[in-house]
């Protein structure tokens, strides 16, 4: 997920504009500015490449996921049907805003099973939030349909799949709200960043409000703003918009880079026997930062795991073992360990995550290795990799 590869004079152009001006804050100061609205025109851009009507940069994906829950209203014991595989951020955003995650199975997307997400609805179920895991994507018609079904709130969670697509239409854009991590180690970088978008007139409203103390942005004096609601902090600073509009413009090419690199290996790899590769319910949108594949059974993989690493290959993820992107790893949330008393203990029929058993996850989990794409691979990179995989895998 390496935005970062392609770190040069663009992004450091974008980011003197900023420092000639002095203007670090993405709101007013219009004289001083001299023109330069960076926050405003990377939302811009976000728009029109995930076509999409709102766009809001906030300062981490992380921010993007509490400040979807809040717009879309989701707060103090509300349930929502989370998956195991994820980047712990994804938890952390619902149990800070005081909301119960229920974790349902995924299934050989490596997102949350569409039936497994059924089978988890309660009277109390309020939003579904997928996650688009390792560049690919959730089958995300299906969880649509049944969250319009139920009336339920749809928040995707696109930080790993930015500029992934499901039949042409973005990530992130299926839902009430979707989700974009600009941090430093994915696809496009702000250094630190993330954004929410969204098709909601509303929801844009009170995001927009949310992540800036409540401020209802009307008129053109910050001082004279009301503040219908209470909200936080989470703005994105100008010089972090920069980097964040140098690197969307190379989007296209990174996609393109993955997607021609990961073929390859993949090609390469096909007729491994016992090799088979992640479901992927459109192939042609995956963004391709990673390349997964499952082995037949967990001492199969733990030995190819054991193998690649020998060989040195890089950038191979055992997420079942080595990897606090799965729940086996997480004992901070199975015994609710946080700074402080979280809203969820106030709950006493809250569900008991140190019992959190996810066999149908498991069983998928144990036989699947990611292999994270670069974007500076030269050819002869590849083959010798294509050698060192081959040889690890026979
Ligand atoms: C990176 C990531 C986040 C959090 O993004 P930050 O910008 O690092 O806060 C959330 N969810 C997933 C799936 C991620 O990979």
Redesign the pocket.
């Known amino acids: 997920?390496p935005g970062f590869e392609w770190f040069g004079d663009e992004e450091r152009k974008e980011v003197q504009d900023v420092l000639d001006t002095g203007v670090l804050f993405r709101y007013g100061f219009d004289q001083a500015r001299q023109g330069q609205w960076k926050a405003i025109s990377l939302e811009a851009e976000i728009v029109d490449k995930m076509k999409v009507s709102h766009a809001l940069l906030c300062?981490?994906?992380?921010?993007?996921?509490s400040i979807s829950l809040a717009a879309c209203g989701i707060g103090a014991g509300d349930e929502v049907i989370v998956p195991p595989f994820?980047?712990?951020?994804?938890i952390e955003?619902v149990l800070n805003a005081g909301a119960v995650p229920i974790f349902a199975d995924i299934d050989e997307t490596l997102c949350l099973s569409p039936t497994a997400v059924k089978g988890a609805l309660t009277p109390r179920t309020r939003a579904v939030l997928p996650?688009?895991?390792c560049g690919g994507m959730a089958r995300i018609d299906e969880i649509k349909a049944l969250c319009v079904q139920e009336g339920l709130v749809l928040i995707e969670?696109?930080?790993?799949?930015v500029g992934g697509t499901f039949q042409g239409k973005a990530l992130g854009t299926f839902g009430d709200m979707g989700?974009f991590?600009?941090?430093?180690?994915?696809t496009i970088t702000c250094g630190?960043?993330?954004a929410v978008v969204t098709n909601n007139p509303d929801r844009y409203s009170t995001a927009h409000a949310f992540s800036d103390h409540g401020h209802d942005h009307v008129g053109n004096d910050r001082g004279l703003e009301s503040h219908p609601i209470l909200g936080l902090n989470f703005r994105i600073s100008e010089l972090n918009a920069a980097v964040g509009l140098a690197q969307i413009r190379k989007l296209d090419r990174i996609l393109a880079t993955q997607r021609k690199n990961k073929q390859i290996l993949k090609e390469a790899m096909a007729d491994l026997p016992g090799v088979s590769f992640r479901s992927l319910p459109d192939e042609q949108g995956d963004s391709a930062t990673f390349l997964s594949f499952l082995l037949p059974d967990e001492a199969k993989t733990r030995q190819a795991v054991d193998r690649l690493g020998k060989e040195g290959v890089d950038g191979c993820f055992y997420w079942y073992a080595n990897n606090w992107?799965y729940y086996k790893q997480w004992n901070h949330l199975k015994n609710l360990h946080s700074a402080a008393k979280l809203p969820i203990t106030l709950m006493p029929d809250r569900p008991d995550y140190s019992r959190l058993s996810l066999e149908a996850s498991d069983r998928i989990m144990q036989r699947m290795v990611s292999m994270q794409i670069k974007l500076g691979w030269s050819e002869e990179d590849i083959n010798v990799r294509i050698d060192k995989i081959l040889r690890s895998l026979a």
Do not use: N, Y
Not at 86 to 90: L, N, P, S, V
Not at 157 to 161: P, Y
Not at 181 to 186: E, P, Q
């Open positions: 997920m300062s981490s994906g992380t921010a993007a996921l994820t980047f712990i951020a994804t955003a996650v688009h895991m969670d696109a930080c790993q799949a989700c991590s600009f941090d430093a180690v994915k630190e960043g993330g992107h």
